[in-house]
């Protein structure tokens, strides 16, 4: 028993000894630290939790958005699909839904309805809803030049638009530019058929003109060995934004944190579509299985001068200016499409774009 506790006492003895030479050894690295470092210890810690602030601050929850596009998942929207492959929208605090479009579906409408936050559209929509008084705000263009053309056959010898007179056109009823160019080049004969989405009426008829994405349907006819040549909507003189991002005076209004992280995390989208389209097929396969390799990158190589030429060259990704809208203005109003002449400034904003550097 004496040796026991003689033992227990050393155990301890020795066990104190070492809790001693613990603490001097990590009181002699805390107080080096602290004298090599001085100040900079304050200032790394200030740093740290700066770093932790904004951290916070980036994961902000800004809550479910929806996208509506213009048509099912193309080339045309790349860029908002890579945005969400990539998590971009996710990263900005919103979890984001994108609906494809569709010959049925009404873009402008779903939106304002609230049935969708943001959606694609053409700047002739936008002012033909703020002529029904349908408050829809444009806040950025994906195509500074249109995707638009109308095809011919290449036997029809369509060179001009001028040659277009007497033949049978299958466009969208009432579309502006259509109506535009029948007035300024004075086509008359013509035989208007509505604009379905499919081509077989125009295949079947070597007479026939139909409205078409630059990006598409060409490639899409020569695969089926029809030969066909277009003019570009954008040389008439008609010259809208296309595939114009749009919302409600209400969201800006009320929400405009989501407009700003939805624009920066899709311009970044656009931004890496851009540098690698090819690396985005699947997500577009995945929203329409009908796309083929070769139409993804014949259309990524066809849009890129479009989107990323012009203004948005020297001024950044869906630069906008009211001289545009402002003259697209007059030219609806001069055809009787529209009678609401109000300030483009109520219908258009680049405050959510990035800055001009």
């Known amino acids: 028993m004496k040796g026991s506790s003689w033992n227990k006492r050393m155990l301890a003895l020795v066990a104190m000894m070492f809790l001693l030479l613990l603490a001097a050894c990590g ?31 980036e994961v902000v929850d800004l809550g479910e958005a929806t996208l509506v596009t ?7 929207h790349g860029g908002n699909y890579a945005a969400l492959d990539e998590g971009y929208y996710e990263e900005a605090g919103i979890d984001m839904t994108i609906e494809p479009g569709g010959p049925q579906i009404s873009a402008t409408q779903l939106v304002a309805s609230g049935k969708m936050d943001f959606g694609y559209t053409s700047g002739e929509d936008i002012l033909n809803s703020r002529d029904k008084g349908i408050p829809l705000v444009a806040i950025g263009a994906i195509f500074q030049v249109s995707p638009y053309v109308l095809i011919s056959h290449a036997d029809a010898g369509v060179e001009n638009f001028e040659d277009l007179s007497g033949m049978t056109s299958i466009t969208a009823p009432g579309v502006g530019y259509w109506e535009y160019i029948k007035e300024a080049y ?6 208007e058929l509505s604009y379905t989405g499919q081509l077989s009426t125009f295949i079947d008829d070597p007479n026939a003109v139909t409205q078409g ?17 277009y003019l570009r909507i954008h040389d008439s003189g008609f010259q809208p934004y296309s595939n114009v991002l749009f919302t409600t005076e ?7 944190e989501l407009v700003a992280a939805f624009i920066e995390a899709t311009v ?19 929203y329409n299985p009908d796309l083929t390799e070769g139409l993804m990158e014949f259309g990524a190589e066809e849009q890129e001068e479009l989107i990323f030429g012009g203004d948005a060259e020297e001024y950044g990704f ?4 009211e001289e545009r809208w402002s003259t697209l203005q007059d030219q609806m109003l001069d055809l009787g499409i529209i009678s609401n002449d109000e300030d483009p400034n109520n219908y258009f904003t680049t405050e959510f774009l990035p800055s001009e550097e």
């Open 213 to 229: 994405y630059i990006t598409s349907e060409p490639y899409v006819l020569d695969q089926q060995g029809v030969e066909n040549s």
């Open 268 to 286: 970044k989208g656009w931004e890496a579509y851009r540098e690698d389209p090819a690396n985005y097929q699947d997500i577009l396969l995945e």
């Open 318 to 321: 869906g630069y906008m200016t």
């Open 186 to 191: 004075e086509l008359g004969d013509m035989s």
């Open 70 to 76: 213009n048509w099912f998942a193309q080339p045309e």
């Open 250 to 256: 209400e969201i800006i209004e009320e929400k405009p």
């Open 27 to 57: 009181g002699d690295n805390s107080s080096g630290a602290e004298a090599e470092s001085g100040e900079e210890t304050d200032v790394e810690t200030s740093e740290s939790e700066g770093a932790t602030d904004v951290d916070v601050e």
